[in-house]
């Protein structure tokens, strides 16, 4: 895997862990009961976001070395995976 083809995965990955995380343990001004005027009450009350970008930083690189550890490895033969060599 090339470096320009591990960045666009991670990334793609870190992405998507995001808005998998950006809900969890997020309480709205609603719930709360001090809606702030001019916001929506279904705004957060502390949006947390150093917490999820770690947390997202955390998952997201797990995801990602797992799989590419076990094909950079060898542990895995990868190419049965994806179909290019089938045993006959």
């Known amino acids: 895997m090339s470096i320009t083809l591990a960045i ?9 862990v995001l808005f998998a995380v950006l809900p969890i343990g997020v309480r709205t001004q609603e719930e709360d ?3 702030v005027p001019g916001t929506p009450a279904s ?3 502390t949006p947390r976001l150093l917490r999820v ?3 997202t930083t955390a998952i997201s690189t ?6 590419w ?3 950079r490895y ?3 033969d990868v190419q049965t995976w994806v179909g290019r060599s089938s045993p006959k």
């Open 8 to 16: 666009a995965v991670y990334f793609v990955i870190w992405w998507t």
């Open 33 to 35: 009961g001090v809606v």
């Open 43 to 45: 705004a957060p009350t």
């Open 53 to 55: 970008a770690v947390i």
């Open 62 to 67: 797990v995801l990602f070395l797992l799989p």
């Open 69 to 71: 550890g076990i094909a």
């Open 74 to 76: 060898g542990l895995a």
